[in-house]
Every structure is written in structure tokens, then in C-alpha cells.
């Protein structure tokens, strides 16, 4: 097969990365991938955001697959366009994307379909927001309801806070069209994990559970981000409650798309909280994490391009059981200086073939060569630094080993990515 990735994080070089590495898979492309995945992949300069572009490029080329790795196109209807050029293509369309591109309407549709979730209001006015703050008694998330890239949400620490943030939203213009509506929900306790789901219509596989690092600094403290971190399993996760999220979310919501006429197809990914009672959803997502897809593709040990092909054609049937790696997997994110803020572009970075050869996989997100060839931070988020070992513990340990070669005054990451699930390990 040829496969076509879009996107260009370190997701995307994961996901290629296995790809490259799939019997099944002769060539894979990427648009408009990093200066990583070039090493696996045939780059074309297409920007994620380029609908038309990925259409003609999607004729010339012809794939036999597409795989869609972030959710601006899938929102903006990619899957639906290449679907119509007769492409299989991973990633829902549109109207599934807006499990993701609205939480208003994905709040909704879990109340319809009786999915636990935290208790919410959708406002429009800050009158509205104000009253829904007031009726949880201050303690509450807001949330802009449309894509905001993982930007768009504040837990509130105080009443305050809370209608300071919706403000922002609704009459300051924070976040633009995504922040008109917005999501005031009830504050839930307890551990966060990620469960993703390859999906054809009613039917699915699960994958392993993971768990990401949302919080810039060390002991989860500091702005939230894309990411700083992640690993796989999540050993807060065990089977009874994956199961109960197979029962109790993911069958229930998928079933509902089907019946509004707006089918899932394509990666669904289940933000958990795990409660007192139970797991409840804080967020859907239509793709794969990132950086949870770094240490998943870590452990993936099957063919990946006929797996994800058979699920964009619709022909699984949930049974199937997918080969996994028993070993744990941990990413540990290198950033530029600075970020989620601003931050200088054009460093550059050695020592990466060391980092490699001390036994992890570099993942690139935002890189990028100079005139001199030279690799050079392009983004906020930089390299996915992931390794594999019997524990998540192992597996930390040959992270930091391998990273302490990384040669970038500039780049900064966690010292403590997998602290939770450690700690659970070793009690
Ligand atoms: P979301 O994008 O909706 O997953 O929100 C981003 C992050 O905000 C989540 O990963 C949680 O850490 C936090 N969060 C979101 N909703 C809630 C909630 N209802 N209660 C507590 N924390 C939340
Ligand atoms: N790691 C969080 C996300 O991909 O949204």
C-alpha cells in the first residue's frame, strides 16, 4: 500500500515511523510532516489546514489510504472529501468530527445517551455563565466549546476565576468563534487517563490505556499544554473499568451517532476521569493523543497499515485482537524554551544519533533543517524522547539516560513524566 499521513507532530512521525515499518506498506508520504519524519517518509509541503490542497495531492498521488492525524481538517470535512474521491481514509467526518469541533455538542449527546460526564450548562451569554457557576458553587471547569488546541479550558480555582475565564470567552473574544459558546461543568476528582478506540460505525477495538502529562512543570503544576509527557499502560486503568468505558461510553455514544445519521469512523479518544463513581468523560477526541500516540506505536507489535486499512473500510469486527508489546512505553517531550509562550525558532540541535543509539526513539514534533542541514527547533513542542522497559519505571529510566546525550541549551522537559503511575508500581 501507500498510506498518506497528514499532519506534521510528533504523532504523526509515531504514526509513520510504524507505518514505514508495516509489511503490508510500500511508501508512505507525509504532509506536511518534520525534519524527523522525512527519515521514514516522502515529505510534500501541504499544510494541515490546506483542505483543497490534500484533495489534489490525494488525485495525483492516489493512496490507498489516508490517515488523518490532527482534528482541524477532520472538523473541516477532509475525510469527507476524500471519501468522495473513493479514498479510504481514516478519520471521521464532519458531522462525527464534531464529537470534537463542539463539546456543546458532544456534552449534549452524552446526555442523550446516558454517558457519564460531569454535570453542565452550555452558555452563550456571561448572564447564563454566571448563574451555571453559581449553581455548582463556584467549583467548575469553562470551557470554549469549539477547537481551541487544548488551550481553550481553565479549571477554575475560585468563582472568580471562573467568570473571569468566561468573560474572556464570551465578551472579550478569547479563543474568537470557538469561545462564543461555552461549557461550564462541575469540577471532577480524581486520576485522568486516555483510552483510544479504533472505530467503524458501531464497532471497535480498543487499544492499551495511557496517560499524558497535560501540565507544563513538574508534579503537574504550572499552564496547561499540548503535552509534556506520556506512557502506556495507565495502571490506573484496570480491566473491569476499561470495560465499564467500553459498556458504559463508548458503546452508547457511538450508537447514538449512528442513529443521528452521523456514523464514527476513525480514532475516538476517551479523555477519562476516574471518580469515586465511576469513569466519566472529560473530553472526546477524534484522533489519536500526542503525545499518547508515541508510546502506543512504541508498543504496537502488528502490521499497523492493515490494521488502520481494514478499520477505514469498515471491515473489522470488533473482535479482533491486536498485537501488542507486554513491555510499558514513556515519551518524554522536549520543548523550546519558553513554550506555551513565546520562544526562539532556528536553534539547533545535536546529539540526537546519540540519544538514538542510547536506546530510545526520537520522535520529532517541531523541527525543521537549516541552510546547513542542521536539525532546528520549528515549534513549541520538539522531540517525543521514548523508550521501552519491563515497568514504566524501566522505561523512564532509559528516557532520561538517552536524553541526558540531547545537545539543546534551548530545550527544556519534565523530570518526572510516569510520577503517578511509578508510584502505584512500586506500592
Ligand atoms: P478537556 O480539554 O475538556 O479534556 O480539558 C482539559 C483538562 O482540563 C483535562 O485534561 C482536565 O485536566 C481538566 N478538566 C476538564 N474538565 C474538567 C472537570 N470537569 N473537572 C476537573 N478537571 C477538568
Ligand atoms: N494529549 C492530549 C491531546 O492530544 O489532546
Known sequence: MKVLVVGGGGREHALVWRLARSESVKEVIAAPGNAGIARDARCVPVGAEDIEGFVRLAREEKPDLVVVGPEAPLVAGLADRLRAEGI??????????????SKAFAKQLMHEAGVPTARFVVCRTLAEAEEAIARFGGQV???????AAGKGVVVAESADA???????????????????????????????ASMFF?????????????????RLLDGDKGPNTGGMG???????????????????I?????????????PFAGVLYVGLMLTEEGPKVLEFNVRFGDPECQPLMARFAGDLGEVLAAVARGEITGKEELPWDARAALCVVVASRGYPERYEKGQVIRGLEKVEEAGAIVFHAGTARNEAGEIVNAGGRVLGVTALGETIREAQQRAYAALAHLDWPGGFYRRDIGWRAIAREEN
Open 88 to 101: 479510504a481514509v481514516l478519520g471521521p467526518s464532519a458531522a462525527a468530527a464534531r464529537l470534537e469541533g
Open 141 to 147: 471547569a469553562v470551557k470554549a466549546s469549539g477547537l
Open 162 to 192: 471562573a467568570k473571569k475565564a468566561a468573560r474572556a470567552m464570551l465578551e472579550e473574544g478569547r479563543f474568537g468563534e470557538a469561545g462564543r459558546e461555552v461549557v461550564v461543568e462541575e469540577r471532577l476528582q480524581g486520576e485522568e
Open 198 to 214: 479504533l472505530v467503524a460505525g458501531e464497532r471497535f477495538l480498543r487499544l492499551p490505556t495511557s496517560q499524558d502529562h497535560k
Open 230 to 248: 506520556a506512557y502506556s499502560p495507565a495502571p490506573c486503568v484496570d480491566e473491569q473499568t476499561a470495560q465499564r468505558v467500553e459498556r458504559e
Open 250 to 262: 463508548v458503546a452508547p455514544t457511538l450508537a447514538r451517532m449512528a442513529e443521528m445519521g452521523a
